[in-house]
């Protein structure tokens, strides 16, 4: 079996299962958020039965952080009382984007099967588990019977060769990938990235890789457990005990994608999908009016850390709002003592407290009729960053940092 198989058949207390089959396995832990428990609370409540594992169950505010409107600030609330009533023992309102959130908590760990109300939980696959989105509908019968229902994927792996060039990241090569499969190549199919280029990424840029991979339709996508993972949790002072799966030689796959990053270049991903991805110098000059660094596919330390070597000692341009949104307290409280929040404010940037923030078209950095942004997010539809006539263009956290400096789209690399 391949890894991922390995992880179901276990979590299902099966020998092997195979593409296609419907497997009931236990969950490790199950998260609501905000925007979807409206709909998951009554639907619980009118269950009458007490909840599975009170440390096995999390609420998470992100796309409310801080809340914005009267009504959010009733949803967080009722959170808080969900979690009262219930003696919940992980509640995170105030912390950040669930996804870095968790991983920081060393709640996550390989092996583990996740679900949380979240299309991109998928980035979580960074750490080696099996972590897929469900809905609320589900999740008010996952926190009661501890189990959910899926039919096994077939898995697509996915070799990245060779060495990054300069000024190209995890996000060119996530867009690399969508430009060329387009996003519905791996709709419920699972993605395994292997290859040697991995042992040069970090957790943050495995959670990129692994964030995108919901653009391509993915049900899940995963980065096996290596030295650089038992690294990420011993910086958390943890050293957790868990399965050292791997896929199997001669494991089968529905599909294996090659991938040689050696000759890849920056990119951009022009309006309205992230698959529309092309060489940035081919949009050069192409002007914006804002730039969002953050989101959980862009607002991590390495991100917010590249985007300050840029800016450090200039200037953003005065047509120009740069939001930076770091994706966890932690995030935010590892680049304040590295001087990276300083460099970002001396150049002008709006730097936001942690959160999903501009991403979800919510907040802190709503786009009007005709405003264009250049974002390090995930997804740039129709209506996305607000008003339906406004555009949203993709890229890496370089390419934005790059482009707020001349208030058009720019090319990274002359600025590194």
């Given at each position: 079996m391949n890894l991922i198989h390995k992880m179901?058949?276990?979590?299902?207390?099966?020998?092997?299962?195979?593409?296609?089959?419907?497997?009931w396995p236990r969950i490790d832990?199950?998260?609501?958020?905000?925007?979807?428990?409206?709909?998951?609370?009554?639907?619980?409540?009118?269950?009458?039965?007490?909840?599975?594992?009170?440390?096995?169950?999390?609420l998470v505010a992100d796309h409310y952080?801080?809340?914005?409107?009267?009504?959010?600030?009733?949803?967080?609330?009722?959170?808080?009382?969900f979690a009262k009533d219930w003696n919940l023992a992980?509640?995170?309102?105030?912390?950040?984007?669930?996804?870095?959130?968790?991983?920081e908590a060393g709640l996550i760990t390989p092996g583990m099967l996740f679900c949380a109300t979240d299309s991109h939980t998928n980035t979580l696959g960074a750490l080696g588990c099996f972590a897929a989105a469900i809905g609320p509908t589900e999740m008010a019968a996952l926190f009661y019977t501890g189990r959910m229902w899926f039919k096994v994927p077939e898995t697509i792996r996915i070799r990245l060769d060779g060495h990054l060039p300069r000024g190209v990241y995890a996000k060119d090569i996530a867009l690399r990938l969508l430009a060329e499969h387009g996003t519905q190549f791996a709709n419920y199919r699972a993605i395994e990235y292997t290859g040697p280029l991995l042992g040069a990424l970090s957790i943050s840029e495995r959670?990129?890789?692994?964030?995108?991979?919901?653009?391509?339709?993915?049900?899940?996508?995963?980065?096996?457990?290596d030295s650089i993972t038992r690294s990420f949790y011993n910086e958390l002072g943890m050293t957790p005990e868990y399965p050292e799966w791997t896929s199997d030689p001669g494991a089968e796959y529905a599909e294996t994608i090659e991938l040689d990053v050696t000759g890849l270049e920056p990119l951009v991903a022009v309006p309205a999908s992230p698959s529309n991805g092309v060489p940035v110098h081919s949009m050069l000059g192409t002007p914006i009016d804002q730039v969002f660094i953050g989101s959980c596919a862009g607002g991590n330390v390495?991100?917010?850390?590249?985007?300050?070597?840029?800016?450090?000692?200039?200037?953003?341009?005065?047509?120009?709002?740069?939001?930076?949104?770091?994706?966890?307290?932690?995030?935010?409280?590892?680049?304040?003592?590295?001087?990276?929040?300083?460099?970002?404010?001396?150049?002008?940037c709006i730097v936001t407290n942690p959160g999903c923030g501009a991403c979800a078209g919510i907040h802190m950095g709503?786009?009007?009729?005709?405003?264009?942004?250049?974002?390090?997010?995930?997804r740039n539809f129709v209506g996305r960053g607000g008003h339906r006539n406004s555009q949203i263009y993709l890229a890496s956290a370089a390419t934005v940092a790059a482009s707020a400096i001349t208030g058009t789209i720019n090319?990274?690399?002359?600025?590194?």
């Open positions: 179901l058949a276990s979590a299902a207390s099966l020998e092997q299962v195979a593409p296609g089959d419907l497997i832990l199950g998260c609501i958020d905000d925007i979807q428990f409206p709909v998951f609370e009554p639907l619980f409540q009118g269950i009458g039965k007490p909840i599975w594992d009170r440390e096995r169950t999390v952080l801080p809340a914005a409107t009267v009504d959010q600030a009733s949803i967080v609330h009722a959170m808080q009382n992980h509640i995170f309102l105030k912390q950040g984007i669930k996804h870095q959130v968790l991983a959670m990129t890789l692994c964030n995108m991979s919901t653009e391509m339709g993915a049900k899940a996508a995963i980065v096996a457990a390495v991100d917010l850390a590249i985007a300050a070597q840029i800016l450090r000692g200039r200037r953003v341009h005065p047509n120009v709002a740069a939001i930076v949104t770091p994706a966890s307290n932690a995030i935010y409280s590892t680049c304040l003592a590295s001087g990276v929040i300083e460099t970002l404010l001396e150049a002008g709503v786009l009007g009729s005709g405003q264009v942004r250049l974002s390090s997010q995930n090319d990274p690399r002359e600025f590194l």
